[in-house]
C-alpha cells in the first residue's frame, strides 16, 4: 500500500515538492487555510496536491483517518491561547490507525545570544530579547510561546504514544541566516503593533539592525528546534 502523507500548514508547498523526489509512489496532500504561496497545480509533481483547510474547522469526511504521516512545523502563531491540544485534536482525526504525526517548532524557550569576537556589543539585542519577554507576558503569547517546550506532554494528553522529543541546536555556519529570519519576523510582529508599545518595539527593532550590520553580521540570535514523534494507537 502506498504511502499517505499530510503537510499541514504547506505554505510554499517546498517541503512536499522535495519528499516527491525520493516518495514518487507516494500521495502527498498539503494543506493551508491560504494557498496563494504555493504554485500552480500545473506545476506541482504529479503526486502532489494542494487545497485550502482551515485546522480550526471541523475536519471533512473524506479526509478522516486518511493519512499515514501528519508532518506540522512552525505553528507557532497558529496555536491559540498557548495550547495546542485543540489542533492535536484535528490531526488524531486525519491519522489512520497507527499513523505518525512529526512536529517541528522553534522553542523560544531556548533563545541565545552568540557573537563572533567579545569585543562586539550585543546590548540592542539583549534589549530587544527582553522587551519581546515583555510583550508576550502581557499581549500577545505567541511571540513566546511556552507550550513548545511541553509540545511531548499534550502528545501524551491526546492519545499519542511519544517516540522521539529532539531538541536541536543550530550550528555555527548556520546563525546568520537564522537571525535574518528572525528579523522578518520581528518586523512583521512591529508592523502590527500600536500605540507607545508599539512604537517602543519598532525603534528597538531598528536599533538591534544597527548593531548587527555594524557587526558584519558577526552577532546571531539562535533558537533551537523541537522535534517531537508520536504515533496513533492502532
Given at each position: 500500500?502506498n504511502?499517505v502523507?499530510?503537510d ?9 515538492t ?6 514518487p ?9 491560504d494557498?496563494?504561496?504555493?504554485p500552480?497545480?500545473?506545476w ?20 478522516l483517518?486518511?493519512?499515514d ?10 496555536v ?5 491540544q485543540?489542533i ?11 499513523g505518525?504525526l ?5 522553542d ?15 546590548t ?8 519581546q ?11 513566546r510561546?511556552?507550550w ?5 506532554e499534550?502528545?501524551?494528553a ?17 546563525m ?6 528572525a528579523?522578518?519576523t ?6 502590527r503593533?500600536?500605540?507607545?508599545t508599539?512604537d517602543?518595539?519598532?525603534?528597538n ?5 544597527d548593531?548587527y550590520?555594524?557587526?558584519?553580521r558577526?552577532?546571531?540570535v539562535t533558537?533551537?528546534n523541537?522535534?517531537v514523534?508520536?504515533?496513533?494507537s492502532?
Amino acid at each position: 500500500m502506498n504511502l499517505v502523507v499530510c503537510d499541514l500548514g504547506t505554505g510554499t508547498g517546498l517541503w512536499l515538492t522535495d519528499l516527491a523526489k525520493s516518495q514518487p509512489s507516494a500521495a502527498l496532500h498539503g494543506f493551508d487555510i491560504d494557498t496563494s504561496q504555493a504554485p500552480p497545480k500545473e506545476w506541482l509533481p504529479s503526486n502532489v496536491s494542494i487545497e485550502t483547510l482551515d485546522v480550526f474547522q471541523p475536519v471533512p469526511e473524506r479526509l478522516l483517518g486518511m493519512f499515514d504521516v501528519v508532518y506540522v512545523r512552525l505553528f507557532m502563531c497558529v496555536v491559540k491561547d498557548n495550547d495546542p491540544q485543540p489542533i492535536l485534536l484535528k490531526i488524531m482525526q486525519l491519522l489512520k490507525p497507527g499513523g505518525y504525526l512529526q512536529w517541528m517548532e522553534l522553542d523560544l524557550a531556548h533563545r541565545s545570544i552568540h557573537k563572533r569576537s567579545d569585543v562586539l556589543s550585543t546590548t540592542k539585542f539583549e534589549e530587544m530579547n527582553a522587551l519581546q519577554d515583555s510583550y508576550s507576558a502581557t499581549r500577545d503569547k505567541r511571540i513566546r510561546p511556552t507550550w513548545v517546550t511541553a509540545l511531548n506532554e499534550s502528545f501524551a494528553a491526546t492519545g499519542l504514544e511519544v517516540l522521539a522529543d529532539d531538541l536541536n541546536g543550530y550550528s555555527h555556519a548556520g546563525m546568520p541566516i537564522f537571525t535574518d529570519t528572525a528579523f522578518m519576523t520581528w518586523y512583521e510582529f512591529g508592523a502590527r503593533m500600536e500605540g507607545r508599545t508599539g512604537d517602543e518595539f519598532r525603534r528597538n527593532l531598528q536599533e538591534a539592525q544597527d548593531e548587527y550590520v555594524q557587526s558584519r553580521r558577526g552577532i546571531a540570535v539562535t533558537e533551537n528546534n523541537r522535534v517531537v514523534v508520536g504515533r496513533k494507537s492502532l
